[in-house]
């Protein structure tokens, strides 16, 4: 809004010519979801606090001190992060931008499936919500559409290409099978992200940690100089994610900052679902789907812990973890919750810094 708005005033006023840069915007957007997430929160969380009453229902096959530390704490917070960056983003992204626009769906939509979830767990007062088939469906609706969508925008030779990272040459032609990928991507990436949000602060940080990665990827490929020189498939006009991508880190800031421990709000499936799913759109219209699986790598885990434990279980009848996802196996080791936050959080720095280093590693 404030690139179509008053950006064309440059020549009358020029400290408005600062809008046309990118990185301002950037800055802006990430600054700005900052200051939505602390002006709303508060009456957010207390709002969620009466009409939950009783909070988000806890598991009770779960770790046993949850129903102690997290009993009555509300849920559905991700709407206050949704909240932040699409204001955010609309206010400091290019709105003609048809990218933006498809990661903004993806990421409502499946916001708006995690919300329906949340909200019939808290209303039935059971932590079974919407049936695991009929998510699936949802999403995957939502992700096809936005995968047909993407895939007419991107320019040849990339529209059903995946890039294969540390190969400067390789593009492998997936055909008429880019959508159902795609597909995959979205969902996985939303559902890994869901299953990693189970302790304080835990999913929020990687999550950020992501996005800040997708910064400067979707800078670099949008930008034909950079993705020249760095060996990458340039994405005209890709850039403007970084604005999306930045307001995503704003609004997980602010929204941390009523996470941290002890928790003042959960996400719930209404931010997890949404923040996953805006992870997956950003990498497929830059072209890095298989970067994200390293500097989402955290997720990967967390989602392969539990595929391990369920095929154990149901071939041999035992458990290869004490409890799954992995943050449960070492609550039940005896961890302290920060302890496992903190290091997980290790993890999700160090894998970013691996994914980073395929944009020069070619």
Wanted: with cysteine.
């Amino acid at each position: 809004m404030f690139y179509e708005y008053l950006y064309p005033l440059a020549d009358q006023i020029s400290a408005f010519n600062v809008f046309r840069y990118l990185t301002f915007r950037t800055g802006g957007a990430m600054m700005t979801a900052l200051v939505i997430s602390f002006m709303i929160g508060p009456t957010l969380i207390k709002h969620l606090t009466i009409r939950q009453q009783g909070g988000q229902p806890i598991r009770d096959d779960g770790p046993e001190g949850h129903l102690l530390t997290k009993q009555g704490t509300p849920t559905m917070g991700g709407f206050m992060i949704l909240l932040a960056m699409t204001l955010s983003t609309i206010l400091w992204t290019d709105l003609a931008n048809g990218y933006v626009w498809a990661a903004l769906g993806v990421t409502i939509a499946f916001g708006a499936i995690g919300f329906v979830d949340d909200y019939l767990k808290v209303s039935a007062r059971t932590s079974s919500g919407l049936s695991g088939k009929l998510k699936l469906v949802l999403q995957a609706v939502v992700a096809a559409a936005a995968a047909l969508w993407i895939s007419r925008m991107l320019p040849e030779p990339l529209t059903s290409t995946l890039a294969v990272p540390f190969f400067k040459d390789l593009l492998i032609d997936l055909g008429w099978f880019f959508v159902p990928f795609a597909v995959i991507v979205m969902i996985g990436a939303s559902n890994a992200v869901n299953l990693t949000d189970g302790l304080d602060g835990l999913a929020i940080v990687p999550v950020m940690i992501a996005a800040g990665v997708f910064v400067l990827i979707s800078y670099l490929v949008g930008n034909t100089v950079f993705s020249n020189y760095l060996q990458l498939y340039y994405v005209p006009e890709a850039g403007e994610l970084a604005v999306f991508c930045a307001a995503l880190i704003g609004g997980g800031l602010g929204f941390l900052w009523f996470n941290a421990p002890p928790a003042k709000v959960f996400m719930g499936d209404t931010g997890s679902l949404a923040l996953g799913g805006a992870l997956g759109a950003v990498s497929i219209i830059t072209k890095h789907e298989l970067v994200l699986a390293i500097v989402g790598g955290l997720f990967v885990l967390e989602t392969v812990s539990v595929i391990v434990q369920v095929a154990s279980f149901k071939l041999t009848g035992k458990r290869v973890f004490a409890m799954a996802p992995l943050h449960h196996h070492y609550e039940k080791k005896g961890w302290a919750e920060p302890t496992i936050v903190i290091r997980f959080w290790i993890v999700a720095v160090v894998l970013a810094l691996i994914g980073l280093s395929t944009l020069k590693l070619r």
